[in-house]
């Protein structure tokens, strides 16, 4: 059990306000980065689109966190955002090649049956779609 879940109203700003400081520091850490997940998947929706956007406002935020062994967790909690889901998708499409080449990122895109056996085409990206032949 986390504040996130279980805390006061107060006690979640104050963990909020920390995560939203530093949010790329945050999404790599072994240990916040699983309040960062435990916050996008349990808080209000305005905090957690806040806290999506502040991630991913960051160029190219999705991949590089998709790459790393812990932010891997927050990408997971971002494809669970119903805001942020389509546009981390996307971003997870566009950089499929790169995704394939990283162990973790591999991994990200095989429970997502986007690489590997199943293709070189994103079936969720409608412009990628088209050009891979899917």
Do not use: W
Not at 42 to 53: F, G, K, R, V
Not at 58 to 87: D, K
Not at 100 to 118: N, P, S, T, V
Request: glycine content about 8%.
């Amino acid at each position: 059990m986390s504040i996130v879940s279980n805390g006061l109203d107060r006690q979640r700003a104050v963990v909020l306000l920390a995560l939203r400081s530093n949010s790329r520091r945050m999404s790599k850490h072994r240990y916040a980065s699983v309040v960062m997940q435990d916050a996008l998947l349990q808080c209000p929706p305005a905090e957690c689109d806040a806290l999506a956007s502040e991630v991913l406002a960051q160029a190219g935020a999705a991949v590089t966190l998709a790459c790393h062994n812990y932010g891997i967790q927050v990408v997971r909690g971002l494809l669970q955002v119903p805001g942020a889901s389509e546009q981390t998708m996307q971003y997870l499409c566009k950089s499929q090649r790169r995704l394939e080449k990283d162990m973790f990122g591999a991994q990200l895109l095989q429970e997502l049956c986007l690489g590997g056996k199943f293709g070189p085409a994103c079936r969720h990206c409608p412009m990628l779609g088209m050009h891979g032949g899917a």
